[in-house]
């Protein structure tokens, strides 16, 4: 849901499709990632060593499978109680004077979702 909130937060719900990895130890399925082909991606990763290595592991896959992709990290993010953001769901919290310091960044959460973009 986080997706869909910032996604909607950049006028851009319109044109992101979120796929949910349940865990960090998931793959892609070679069936699906037929429908993937050509398509533009970011990897959201979770702020810890197994989501990094995940995220790497599904970017390898993506790539394999002619999917253009990116990763968007969360590190030196933190949410308005003091902890480090690690996804999507806690950047919803992030503290006002990180989101500040970091706004550009933030910001461009939604980038690859804008035609022409990167």
Known sequence: MAVIAHAWASSVEDRVAPICMPSTSANFHQSALTYLQGKRGRIFVDNDQPGME?????????????????????????????????????????????????????????????????
């Open 54 to 118: 995940a995220a790497q592991r599904w970017a390898d896959q993506l790539r394999a499978a002619g999917v253009k992709v990116d990763g968007f990290s969360f590190i030196d993010l933190y949410t308005s109680d003091g902890k480090p953001v690690k996804d999507l769901n806690d950047l919803c919290r992030v503290d006002a004077d990180c989101w500040e310091a970091n706004r550009k960044v933030i910001e461009s959460i939604m980038d690859f979702a804008i035609e022409g973009s990167l």
